[in-house]
């Protein structure tokens, strides 16, 4: 394990909070099927209740059931110094012995698809975060064709999260000589990556991985995450198992789930959020004790207008 993450895993042994959201939202859309109500799963939702992530104004608006600020939905500030990846980073922390909380969320370029997630560092043995994704308009997947392997897309493009690993804490606001470090919050350590989906329309399933994964305030590597399970229901929403990567015959160890939604024409745009109670770093393979983390990903269909490098190696979109 890195150095710098000794001294604050032993003295921040952070659990995580169980959320209690509020079912879903309406997506707007309809016409995907018989249900288009876009519902995230309790345990990627976790004690986020709702974030209203909107580019266009650049404002970041959270329910959170944490001790984030007085009013119940409020709106965070914009700071470009949490930005990571791609995703729009936001802030707030009432005071300095209140908790810092980071929101990092993106929309596809079509705005059709939006993704975020907010989080705390721990503070008095505790970790408040979750993710929140929507679509606007319909659910339409690509066109199937009757060649073989037909109704398969890929989708790839950057990944972001955050973790209760206390990071520096440069970012917290300043505390008065001499407070005890018992009371004091921690500021959350990000996490970049990669992520690549195969979503395969026919068989209704996705499947994919997130990589070169790391701690941005440390440079500290992490292992790869396995995206597995996947099922897309008829109003284009998926969720899955997030398991470890293992490159041996031994078993593939539940590490988490993901979740999210297609939208766009022909299904042009994914979006959703990563959810992992365990960590490991790539060095040693040693699990990071009691770490956690919550990932977002907004990413763009492989053969389409502005996708990702790694497309060049997937086969070309039909019908769009």
Not at 175 to 198: C, H, K, M
Request: charge should be negative; proline fraction near 5%.
């Amino acid at each position: 394990m890195h150095m710098k993450l000794i001294a604050p895993m032993a003295l921040f042994l952070l659990a995580a909070c169980g959320g209690n959201p509020l079912g879903g939202g309406d997506d707007g859309g309809g016409g995907g099927g018989a249900d288009d109500t876009i519902t995230v799963p309790e345990n990627v939702r976790n004690n986020v209740n709702n974030i209203a992530y909107d580019a266009a104004t650049d404002t970041f608006r959270v329910e959170i059931e944490a001790f984030d600020t007085s009013p119940v939905v409020a709106t965070w500030a914009r700071d470009a110094g949490f930005d990571t990846a791609g995703y729009r980073g936001y802030a707030v922390q009432e005071d300095p012995l209140d908790r810092l909380f980071i929101g990092l969320g993106k929309t596809s370029d079509d705005g059709t698809v939006t993704a975020a997630v907010a989080g705390d560092g721990g503070q008095f043995n505790k970790f408040y975060s979750g993710g929140d994704y929507t679509r606007s308009g319909a659910f339409t997947p690509p066109a199937g064709t009757a060649d073989p392997g037909s109704g398969q897309v890929s989708y790839a493009g950057s990944y972001a999260g955050l973790t209760n690993i206390p990071g520096p804490g440069g970012d917290l606001l300043p505390v008065a000589p001499g407070t005890d470090p018992e009371v004091l919050p921690n500021q959350a350590s990000r996490v970049a990556g990669d992520i690549f989906l195969n979503a395969n329309f026919g068989d209704n399933a996705v499947n994919g991985a997130v990589y070169n994964r790391v701690l941005v305030d440390y440079g500290f590597g992490l292992q790869s995450v396995i995206l597995v399970g996947g099922v897309i229901a008829a109003n284009g929403t998926f969720a899955g198992q997030a398991e470890r990567w293992v490159n041996d015959d031994s078993s593939q160890p539940v590490v988490g789930e993901f979740a999210g939604v297609f939208g766009g024409a022909n299904a042009g745009n994914v979006g959703g959020v990563v959810a992992l109670e365990e960590l490991y770093g790539t060095a040693t393979g040693e699990v990071l004790e009691a770490a956690q983390e919550r990932g977002v990903f907004v990413l763009r269909q492989c053969g389409l207008t502005g996708d990702a490098a790694i497309c060049d190696g997937a086969l070309p979109d039909f019908g769009n």
